[in-house]
């Protein structure tokens, strides 16, 4: 699984915002201030023949939307990452995809990385500015005046399963999944019923339940069918409902559930049983609901909370993940998952140290009261923004950690060591490593390809079409002990 | 890293983790009640946001637009 998150951004004191250059300068920064990349490198491009976003996953193509050049602009701003993820300029923001990770945990770590290599790069790029102006990024998911930029999470699954079973098992889910995994906001916007304070950033946004789309009339579910792996075994769920967190308890349990989710479904025991009579209006109505207590209608005309909703789906887990599949970390993942679901049925309150959009609450409704601000003041919008801030300085959310007012999941240590070191346990691990070891002799890289440029200056591809190939265990002492000829060469050898 | 290592390691951070987290659910019950020295840790924290929130929220909020992305 990974996640993909696009930040917002903006530059203070700018003649005029040109958010496609302020991103491009700040992914480019970042290949400056790298020692793994020498200055006179070749850069490493992006191998687009392996992408087709326009293949539905209910079998035909392109519904709505129009198809993008990406090989236009964003081409020449395309960072192939050593800890094996991606970071470029998508559409006018900044985007950073975490490697292929094998749990939550690592995903969570990964994510994080992301922040900092964000803000990297944004200090190195505000060196090229001028000296009264700043770079400012968010990673948070809208500018309040009707613009969402998104984040995704994607996981791999079984071919086997049909679409319209994870349609049908998933949507309850992630309507009611924002009780745990909204991050807050103030207000409302894209003309949906006014809120002082939503749980969810993303929930004004959703218009439909099922399409291919990601950017206009949203799908509650998308229907993207690229696995960047074989496609005859995997299918790659683009999850768009999400909202960007800065909490980790947050990020940690909103891949975690989700995939445990995703088993049930795999194992078909979930299937229409909870079923919402209208998904779109129930994620609107839960996201104003801050009680989380209220219930919404099920198709079958029973009404439940969303806790009631989300506590179905943990007692499944409980009674039908193997001990084999209850990992330590998924044994953790469904810890905190009952802690949070008590203590929102207790009172949200509780959870002001964890979750999001609790956490923000709490924050705002104490200067609200210090200052008399009334819910659509400015100044409360301002801290909306700024929890998301990404400097160390100016982020409410991590002057919050640094002050040690939030829960911590992961050391500032192994953050730093996942910006530099890909995961060891998914095809990450041989990207990342190769791109450390063999980076002058790789002509271009995808999720699920690498290029070799040979002696006599010719390419060779090998694909890498099993995400749970290429790992530590499988190639490290391959990669360790051979140049990269003999790499391409054993590796083309033992495919023949 | 060694595999062991890191499985040891992980075990020992989980655990850790599980420890102040029950920690924190004890201290941090409230129905709406907060102890003293929880308000004086927000009153500090409020001193702070006075600090270094942007000035001119209301020009920076206005002018902060975005191209809708994905």
Same mark, same amino acid.
């Given at each position: 699984?990974?996640? +993909?998150?696009?930040?917002?951004?903006?530059?203070?004191?700018?003649?005029?915002?040109?958010?496609?250059?302020?991103?491009?300068?700040?992914?480019?920064?970042?290949?400056?201030?790298?020692?793994?990349?020498?200055?006179?490198?070749?850069?490493?491009?992006?191998?687009?023949?392996?992408?087709? &976003?326009?293949?539905?996953?209910?079998?035909?193509?392109?519904?709505?939307?129009?198809?993008?050049?990406?090989?236009?602009?964003?081409?020449?701003?395309?960072?192939? !990452?050593?800890?094996? =993820?991606?970071?470029?300029?998508?559409?006018?923001?900044?985007?950073?995809?975490?490697?292929?990770?094998?749990?939550?945990?690592?995903?969570?770590?990964?994510?994080?990385?992301?922040?900092?290599?964000?803000?990297?790069?944004?200090?190195?790029?505000?060196?090229?500015?001028?000296?009264?102006?700043?770079?400012?990024?968010?990673?948070?998911?809208?500018?309040?005046?009707?613009?969402?930029?998104?984040?995704?999470?994607?996981?791999?699954?079984?071919?086997?399963?049909?679409?319209?079973?994870?349609?049908?098992?998933?949507?309850?889910?992630?309507?009611?999944?924002?009780?745990?995994?909204?991050?807050?906001?103030? =207000?409302?916007?894209?003309?949906?019923?006014?809120?002082?304070?939503?749980?969810?950033?993303?929930?004004?946004?959703?218009?439909?339940?099922?399409?291919?789309?990601?950017?206009?009339?949203?799908?509650?579910?998308?229907?993207?069918?690229?696995? /960047?792996?074989? +496609?005859?075994?995997?299918?790659?769920?683009?999850?768009?409902?999400?909202?960007?967190?800065?909490?980790?308890?947050?990020?940690?349990?909103?891949?975690?559930?989700?995939?445990?989710? !995703?088993?049930?479904?795999?194992?078909?025991?979930?299937?229409?049983?909870?079923?919402?009579?209208?998904?779109?209006?129930?994620?609107?109505?839960?996201?104003?609901?801050?009680?989380?207590?209220?219930?919404?209608?099920?198709?079958?005309?029973?009404?439940?909370?969303?806790?009631?909703?989300?506590?179905?789906?943990?007692?499944?887990?409980?009674? /039908?993940?193997?001990?084999?599949?209850?990992?330590?970390?998924?044994?953790?993942?469904?810890?905190?998952?009952?802690?949070?679901?008590?203590?929102?049925?207790?009172?949200?309150?509780?959870?002001?140290?964890?979750?999001?959009?609790?956490?923000?609450?709490?924050? !705002?409704?104490?200067?609200?009261?210090?200052?008399?601000?009334?819910?659509?003041?400015?100044?409360?919008?301002?801290?909306?923004?700024?929890? /998301?801030?990404?400097? &160390?300085?100016?982020?409410?959310?991590?002057?919050?950690?640094?002050? =040690?007012?939030?829960?911590?999941?992961?050391?500032?240590?192994?953050?730093?060591?996942?910006?530099?070191?890909?995961?060891?346990?998914?095809?990450?691990?041989?990207?990342?490593?190769?791109?450390?070891?063999?980076?002058?002799?790789?002509?271009?890289?995808?999720?699920?390809?690498?290029?070799?440029?040979?002696?006599?200056?010719?390419?060779?591809?090998?694909?890498?079409?099993?995400?749970?190939?290429?790992?530590?265990?499988?190639?490290?002492?391959? !990669?360790?002990?051979?140049?990269?000829?003999?790499?391409?060469?054993?590796?083309?050898?033992?495919?023949? | 890293?060694?595999?062991?290592?890191?499985?040891?390691?992980?075990?020992?951070?989980?655990?850790?983790?599980?420890?102040?987290?029950?920690?924190?659910?004890?201290?941090?019950?409230?129905?709406?009640?907060?102890?003293?020295?929880?308000?004086?840790?927000?009153?500090?924290?409020?001193?702070?946001?006075?600090?270094?929130?942007?000035?001119?929220?209301?020009?920076?909020?206005?002018?902060?637009?975005?191209?809708?992305?994905?």
């Amino acid at each position: 699984m990974g996640t +993909e998150t696009e930040y917002g951004i903006s530059v203070k004191n700018a003649r005029e915002q040109d958010p496609v250059a302020a991103s491009t300068l700040v992914v480019n920064a970042y290949k400056s201030c790298r020692d793994d990349i020498p200055s006179t490198a070749t850069a490493v491009t992006w191998d687009y023949d392996q992408e087709s &976003p326009l293949m539905d996953a209910r079998g035909f193509l392109a519904e709505a939307e129009t198809p993008i050049s990406e090989t236009d602009t964003s081409s020449a701003v395309n960072d192939i !990452l050593i800890n094996g =993820g991606r970071y470029y300029v998508d559409h006018a923001h900044p985007e950073y995809c975490t490697p292929e990770c094998a749990n939550a945990r690592d995903l969570l770590l990964y994510e994080k990385a992301g922040e900092l290599i964000l803000e990297v790069s944004r200090l190195a790029a505000e060196r090229l500015l001028l000296d009264n102006q700043e770079i400012i990024i968010y990673k948070n998911n809208t500018d309040y005046k009707g613009h969402s930029y998104g984040s995704h999470e994607n996981f791999l699954m079984s071919r086997k399963v049909p679409f319209d079973a994870i349609v049908d098992g998933l949507t309850p889910f992630l309507v009611t999944r924002i009780i745990i995994a909204g991050s807050g906001k103030v =207000g409302t916007e894209n003309g949906s019923e006014e809120a002082d304070y939503q749980i969810s950033q993303r929930a004004d946004f959703f218009e439909k339940e099922v399409g291919l789309s990601t950017m206009v009339n949203r799908p509650l579910i998308n229907t993207r069918d690229e696995p /960047h792996a074989d +496609e005859k075994l995997y299918r790659r769920l683009h999850v768009i409902v999400g909202d960007s967190n800065m909490s980790e308890l947050s990020i940690y349990l909103k891949v975690g559930i989700t995939s445990i989710a !995703l088993q049930l479904i795999e194992k078909g025991v979930v299937g229409k049983q909870f079923n919402l009579k209208d998904p779109v209006a129930a994620i609107k109505s839960i996201s104003r609901d801050l009680s989380c207590k209220e219930p919404i209608e099920l198709a079958d005309g029973q009404q439940w909370s969303p806790i009631e909703v989300q506590r179905a789906y943990f007692k499944l887990a409980q009674q /039908h993940l193997t001990p084999e599949e209850r990992t330590p970390i998924v044994e953790d993942v469904l810890k905190k998952w009952r802690y949070v679901l008590d203590n929102l049925e207790i009172d949200p309150r509780r959870l002001s140290r964890h979750l999001d959009w609790i956490i923000k609450k709490k924050l !705002l409704d104490a200067y609200r009261q210090r200052h008399g601000y009334e819910w659509d003041d400015a100044h409360l919008r301002m801290m909306d923004l700024q929890y /998301h801030d990404i400097r &160390p300085d100016k982020g409410l959310y991590i002057r919050l950690l640094k002050n =040690g007012h939030v829960q911590r999941l992961l050391n500032h240590e192994e953050i730093v060591h996942a910006m530099h070191y890909p995961p060891v346990d998914t095809r990450a691990y041989f990207r990342g490593t190769c791109l450390r070891r063999f980076r002058k002799h790789i002509y271009s890289a995808s999720w699920n390809s690498m290029i070799f440029t040979n002696k006599s200056g010719g390419l060779e591809k090998i694909m890498m079409d099993r995400p749970h190939f290429g790992t530590q265990k499988i190639v490290g002492e391959l !990669l360790n002990n051979c140049t990269a000829e003999e790499l391409v060469k054993k590796i083309r050898g033992d495919a023949s | 890293m060694s595999r062991e290592k890191q499985q040891e390691h992980l075990k020992r951070h989980i655990d850790e983790t599980e420890d102040r987290q029950s920690d924190v659910g004890q201290s941090d019950v409230g129905n709406g009640e907060m102890d003293e020295a929880f308000v004086e840790d927000l009153d500090s924290l409020l001193d702070e946001i006075d600090e270094i929130l942007e000035e001119d929220s209301q020009e920076f909020v206005e002018n902060y637009i975005q191209r809708g992305g994905q």
